[in-house]
Nanobody
Framework: QVQLVESGGGLVQAGGSLRLSCAASGRTFNSYNMAWFRQAPGKEREFVGAISRNGGFTYYGDSVKGRFTISRDNAKNTVSLQMNSLKPEDTAVYYC????????????????WGQGTQVTVSS
């Protein structure tokens, strides 16, 4: 089992950058692929991106490709989401998730979730 806590959310102007972090508890962090999802008010949860267990592979949702980057530090049990060129439509609650399946963009493929952190991008 792993517990996840996100941090780093806040208010930023369009075109700006923000870096989110997710701290994981437990000694099995490197057993999990990690992902970021987001959910805007009135919308379904959307896949942002994922990173493999050893950090060697990543894949992203089309709406963030080229702007967002996921990284992880298995020694520190953390995964990060660097968000650049932010747009108002990036406004959402961002969630960190852990799972064992690779390649899925579905929230059901990820077993463990954090509480989320709010990101607001002003125009």
């Amino acid at each position: 089992q792993v517990q996840l806590v996100e941090s780093g959310g806040g208010l930023v102007q369009a075109g700006g950058s923000l870096r989110l972090s997710c701290a994981a508890s437990g000694r099995t962090f490197n057993s999990y692929n990690m992902a970021w999802f987001r959910q805007a008010p009135g919308k379904e949860r959307e896949f942002v991106g994922a990173i493999s267990r050893n950090g060697g592979f990543t894949y992203y949702g089309d709406s963030v490709k080229g702007r967002f980057t996921i990284s992880r530090d298995n020694a520190k049990n953390t995964v990060s989401l660097q968000m650049n060129s932010l747009k108002p439509e990036d406004t959402a609650v961002y969630y960190c998730a852990a799972g064992t399946d690779w390649g899925s963009k579905l929230s059901g493929a990820f077993r463990y979730w954090g509480q989320g952190t709010q990101v607001t991008v002003s125009s």
